[in-house]
């Protein structure tokens, strides 16, 4: 048997970021080879990263990029189970990468951006790291003629804008306003249907409640849903920057037209499981 030195350990660690124990175990397996050891981890990698992706990946981190003619914009997110690792250099870097790759060909679909090497280089991220990780989304905006502007806000709230005239300052200023305050959809005649029947069956239920004529309650009615309708519409809203001034008067004001914008925010709709480690110790205490 080969003498498993401290040097061979840390020659294998550095070239694979493998863990101390993971490879002297490789090493002894492959009696001091380093290149067959190295066979080995990788064909145990794609194990492991497979074992990681049943557990839920909800922190991370958006990255956009946009166009040196800010024509065109992209938001990506990549997902991690901690918020500790969606900090690692390896996790950013490997975030980079895909939305270098995803915005140079302008690919949305996730699968056949991920076939490949990206997704070699994700299971070999999930190896080293010891987390699923997962490349949840990519969105693309803008086009030839119109002018797009992105803001990211600590790395988990990423915001693009899409518009006819203006500029990237500008649309950067409506972004940071849009991932500040959440509107929900760019103008008042955009609110669907829907959404106006379900705050209006509430806001009835509750103008009733006043004990006031029905005339009255109608008028109270209809303005509780101009006041909601112009709390969701970014048009309406004023201006995070200048409360004097609404949205849709400031792109007014430099002769722009806000035709659309994303806002993605990390685990956004994502069911967290929720670990009760009292228990999981308590289990593992009573199976030993």
């Known amino acids: 048997m080969a003498n498993i030195t401290a040097a061979l350990v840390k020659e294998l660690r550095e070239r694979t970021g493998l ?5 002297k175990k490789a090493l002894v397996e492959s009696n001091g080879d380093i290149e067959a050891a190295i066979d080995t981890m990788r064909k145990e990698s794609g194990l492991k990263a ?34 500790f ?13 895909v939305a ?20 070699s280089a994700r299971e070999a991220l999930v190896q080293k790291i010891g987390e ?7 969105v ?5 003629g119109k002018t797009v502007a992105t803001y990211v806000h600590g790395g988990r709230i990423g915001v693009a804008v899409e518009m006819n005239g203006g500029n990237e300052e500008l649309g950067r200023d409506v972004a940071m306003h849009i991932a500040a305050i959440n509107p929900q959809f760019v103008s008042a005649d955009q609110v669907p249907q829907e959404v106006l029947d379900r705050e209006k069956e509430v806001v ?29 519409s970014l048009l309406e809203q004023p201006f ?22 994303l806002r993605l925010e990390v685990g956004e709709g994502i069911e967290r499981e929720e670990v009760d480690f009292a228990a999981e110790v308590a289990a593992a205490a009573k199976g030993n």
């Not at 863990?19 to 490879?23: A, P, V």
């Not at 839920?56 to 914009?73: F, H, K, P, W």
């Not at 699923?132 to 990519?138: A, D, L, T, W």
């Open 100 to 119: 270098d790759k995803a915005f140079a060909d302008q690919q949305s679909d996730v699968a056949a951006l991920m076939a490949g090497e990206l997704e």
């Open 132 to 138: 699923n990780i997962s490349v949840r989304r990519v």
């Open 50 to 83: 497979a074992k990681k992706a049943g557990r839920t990946a909800a922190e991370g981190i958006i990255v956009n990029r946009q166009s040196a003619d800010n024509s065109r914009a992209m938001l990506l997110e990549v997902n991690s189970e901690t918020d």
């Open 19 to 23: 863990g101390m124990m993971e490879c």
């Open 240 to 261: 995070v920057k200048d409360p004097d001034t609404k949205v849709g008067t400031l792109a007014k004001n430099a002769d722009a037209e806000i035709l659309s914008f």
């Open 140 to 144: 693309l905006l803008g086009g030839e």
């Open 204 to 232: 009835s239920a509750q103008a009733e409640n006043s004990g006031k004529p029905a005339e009255i309650i109608e008028k109270m009615v209809q303005g509780r849903l101009k006041k909601f309708v112009a709390e969701i």
């Open 85 to 97: 690792v969606a900090r690692d250099d390896n996790f950013l870097e490997f975030a980079n990468t």
